[in-house]
């Protein structure tokens, strides 16, 4: 049998990906404004491709387009994330139960038991950037393992924006030692079938994330940058 290639990234793709992580990594501040001439040079490509990425990424809520200014990437909102954690909590909550009712077997298990193993030893090392990515890896399993395509496509939207946030603020906060025992929680309820534990577990969870983000990008007005 062959295997296919993947196909290469439009310059557009490329674009939304590139900008994205700029964004994400501060190299494009919150506040800042760009020429889109500016950041073709970077990107080393037309200036298509990267009104094309802006207008995408405005979609996001990460930069907004302006009209003969180019774009100004946009700080993070403290009302945006109450109302993007509102809804990941219920659609997250509601995938934790679906999850539990499913009675997966220990192999659909395993990465979402990956991800927690990857939390606690990035935490032991002390990355807290890899524990980040293992964090985003868990809550993109969970919602996989719902099964349900609607919820995925929505969350999908939203984790840009709480990435961001997160980034942000991940070395102000305290060591997430608390939310890993709450992933690890959710997973033992979501292996033995009890959907309405591994939601409250989750719902919980997810409520105190963003009490912290959000009592964060306040205490420091990140989101006034």
Known sequence: MKHQTAKPLSNTQRAIHELRELIFSGDLPAGSDHLESELATRLNMSRTPIREAALTLEGQGLLELRPRKGVRILPVSV??????????????????????????????????????????????????????N????????????????????????????????????????????KSNEDHRQVFEAIKSGDGERASLIHKRHRQNAKKLIVGLLEKHRLNKI
């Open 79 to 132: 009302e945006d994330m109450v109302e993007i954690y509102d809804v990941l909590t219920e659609l997250e909550s509601l995938s934790a139960r679906r999850a539990a009712e499913r009675n997966l077997n220990s192999i659909a298990l395993t990465p979402l038991a990956k991800s927690i193993e990857d939390m606690e030893n990035a935490l032991v090392s002390g990355a807290l950037e890899d524990w980040a």
């Open 134 to 177: 293992a964090d985003d890896l868990f809550h993109q399993e969970l919602v996989n393992l719902a099964g349900n395509s609607r919820i995925k496509s929505i969350v999908s939207m939203m984790n840009d924006q709480v990435r961001r946030a997160r980034s942000i603020t991940l070395f102000m906060r305290p060591l997430p030692l």
